[in-house]
């Protein structure tokens, strides 16, 4: 029979099995922080190479929509903002609270149609939720005083137009105050614009400013509508909102701008397609019928290329 280990001989063995799995361990771990960090170093530098080398998407300079322009006596078409388009057909939109910022903005581009001409009407398209008071009174005194030289203001209502911006739309020409028939009208007294601090007598100042301010838009709004003071002293307590036809009857505009439906020939003629036929219904500036009337048919034959001109009469 063999025999048996001895005890020191088996607690030798056991250290060494220990000892080498240890090792085997200690490599093995050795193996994957390297490879780990090779990989995160590796991952890295691509990633830096990538950035390097990535280029960010081609898009207009700016987010105003951009269309085609021909200027008066060029050759070639150029692609200018929306608004200045507009602004060449002497045509502005008011869409945003007016601030300081804004009423410049606005100042600047009526200063600008004032001096090209002032015979030529201007059209303003509001759809403001409210002002501040100081530039809007400025935006107001501008747009009155243009009128009453003799520029004709054109103002449309487009969706709601709040506080001063109600007044705006009322400062046009009259007889050319509109509103789509979706619009509304807010009438509201301006408070100040931000907290004031000071003493009791310096506050009791700037209130008396700020209510002065507002007696003197209750006053405008009475010769815009010709509505007693009293009465829209009353109204204004506390909001005060207008549908466009009520805007009418109250005074601050004059129509509301309907759809008008097609009209079809009573007598069984051919009736112009589209809805702008008739003495009443017409184009701005435009002397004859709408698109596919017969008069538009026959200057299409005198346009044609193949024309060859008046016949000669044989003798």
Known sequence: QPLPLSSSSSSSSDERTTMTAYRSFLLASLLVASATAWSYQSLQRQANIMAATRRDPIQMPTQTPMVP???????????VDIHTRMLRDRTLTISRFIDEEAGNEIICMLLYLRKESMTEPIDIYFNVPGALLRPGLAVYDLIVQTR???CEIRTVNLGLCSGIGAMLV???TK?????????????QHTGMENVFQGQASDIGLEVKSVIKANEGLDLELAKMTGQPIPKMRKDMQRDFYLFADEAVQYGLIDQVLLPTFNKRSATGGDAALGNFGGEDQRYQNQAGDGFGSQTQVEQEKKDDDDYEG??????
Do not use: C, H, V, W
């Open 175 to 187: 007889g050319f105050r509109r509103a789509m028939p979706n619009a509304r009208f807010l009438l």
């Open 310 to 315: 008046p016949e000669i009469a044989k003798g």
């Open 69 to 79: 322009y021909k200027p008066p006596g060029s050759d070639y078409t150029q692609f």
């Open 170 to 172: 009322g400062a046009g």
């Open 148 to 150: 009453n030289q003799g």
